[in-house]
């Protein structure tokens, strides 16, 4: 017959295991709620826009009502404005503009890949997607949070220019809490 402290033992040790893929996974999606709170901000979310190709105009400092970029815009399927010929480099430029709200810009100037859209889509739908490479542009976990944290246009949201609120955290927190939610398993909320 076992001793009582080894019986106490052993189902301390399974209370543990049981428990500790439940932790990993609160863990998991806190780090991921951090990541959203990025993903869905204005200044990320603006841009990842559906296949109309319409960028949004939302935030702080642009009023209490999202609405459609100004002057008629459209990225179209090149999201670059070539089909309607207003590229989005006849206004954005490599650097922002030195006036508030004016022409963001960088290196190159572009919107999202319609399999990237973020804007009105839930924090279930935009996890699945992120670690989908099929929909992510081809990246795992890691290679999507080096893309957050060295590419020069992701970098913009936290640099946004003159009138306009940046994204929250860092370019550098950012890609770590990506690794951090790949590391407790890439949990995703509830649809």
């Known amino acids: 017959m076992k001793s ?46 559906d296949a109309g190709g319409v960028p949004i105009w939302s935030g ?23 089909e309607n010929g207003l590229l989005c480099t006849t206004c954005h430029a490599h650097h922002n503009a030195g006036l508030p709200h004016g022409p963001p810009g960088a290196h190159v100037w572009l919107l999202a890949p319609v399999a990237m859209q973020w804007w009105g889509k839930t924090s279930a739908e935009i996890c699945a997607q992120i670690k989908d490479p ?12 080096e893309h957050v944290a060295k590419d020069e ?8 220019g003159p009138g306009r ?19 407790q398993g890439a949990p995703c909320p509830p649809p």
């Open 153 to 160: 246009l992701v970098g913009w949201g936290w640099n946004p």
């Open 60 to 82: 702080a400092s642009y009023g209490a009502k999202p609405r459609a970029h100004g002057m008629n815009v459209q990225g179209g399927a090149s999201r670059i404005g070539a």
């Open 4 to 49: 009582m402290s080894s019986c106490c033992a052993a189902a301390l040790t399974a209370t543990a295991l049981l428990g500790a893929p439940a932790q990993a996974t609160e863990t998991g999606l806190q780090a991921w709620a951090k990541v959203h709170e990025v993903f869905s901000h204005p200044r990320c979310a603006n841009c990842h826009v």
């Open 134 to 145: 099929a929909r992510n542009g081809g990246r795992t976990l890691a290679q999507v949070a």
């Open 165 to 183: 609120e940046p994204a929250p955290y860092s370019a550098e927190r950012t890609a770590a809490f990506i690794k951090d939610w790949a590391g």
